[in-house]
């Protein structure tokens, strides 16, 4: 959960910054909805989580799917440049 005091402010101001994104790049409706979830406590609270289970038991998961062979199987898109 989000501490008292990025919730009051600390993190907030810093949000479109960090997110970053400009209506001209991503179309004006689709920057209002990135502005609203980056802004709302429960949408900000479930990407925490989700990033703290990539840090736990995702890792977990992914580890034991490598024990037993396991791997995605479907199609990937893959773009290749040379720099």
């Given amino acids: 959960m989000l501490s008292q005091k990025s919730q009051s402010g600390l993190f907030w101001p810093i949000r479109t910054k960090?997110?970053?994104?400009?209506?001209?790049?991503?179309?004006?409706?689709?920057?209002?909805?990135?502005?609203?979830?980056?802004?709302d406590p429960a949408t900000v609270h479930e990407m925490i989580e989700?990033?703290?289970?990539?840090l736990s038991i995702d890792k977990t998961h992914e580890f034991h799917?490598?024990?037993?062979?396991?791997?995605i199987e479907c199609p990937t898109p893959l773009l290749m440049v040379k720099i």
């Fill in 18 to 39: 960090w997110y970053g994104g400009q209506p001209e790049t991503m179309g004006d409706e689709e920057y209002q909805e990135c502005l609203r979830a980056i802004y």
């Fill in 50 to 54: 989700d990033y703290r289970a990539g």
């Fill in 65 to 71: 799917d490598r024990q037993f062979g396991r791997i």
